[in-house]
């Protein structure tokens, strides 16, 4: 009889302790999932439901880094291609509300720069390569403020009609820098889109 109770009562802590570590390992799925849905890089500047979500490069990583720079032209600048080229592909997520344009703006921020800023040019075009900065390429120090350390470098908008955009942006030294001599020098830039 004892030995029945005692089977009983093992039994009866082995299934609460199986329970116990079910829920404990739904709940830790659950905060791990969590916590990669809410990563910024996928969901950015959340707006009560609707949130624009970008990708930037292969990897998902979103910092340009420009290594022994090139010292050209806009005209040759304009056409720089492979590693050169910063892909952004801007989407929006199902349950935003399409019934207005969303407009979005991508920052761009310096880290660590070896070249100053009246010096670097940024062209930016779509995915067939069409200019989407009017008149003279930009240089960096002409872009206007966000209000904190970085700028605006493009303001975009999203639509019913336009769910998700591709920019290509290129970087380079302007062929006025005093130097020809950027060997080893870096220019290292965060990149965030944002609902504006």
Known sequence: MKNDTRRMFSLGLSVVIVLLLVVFVIYVSYLIINNIYNDPILKVNKKTANYISFLFEDNNDHIIEVKNPKIVNDEIGKLLFGEDVYTLDIKVDEDIDLSKEVEYVVICEALSKNIDDEYVKFYITDKNDK???????????????DGRSGKVIYTGKISKDNLDEQLKIRVWVSDEYKSNDVLGFSYHLDIMVKNS
Request: glycine share 14%.
């Open 131 to 145: 200019s989407l900065v009017g008149g003279n390429v930009p240089l960096y120090s002409e872009f206007n403020s």
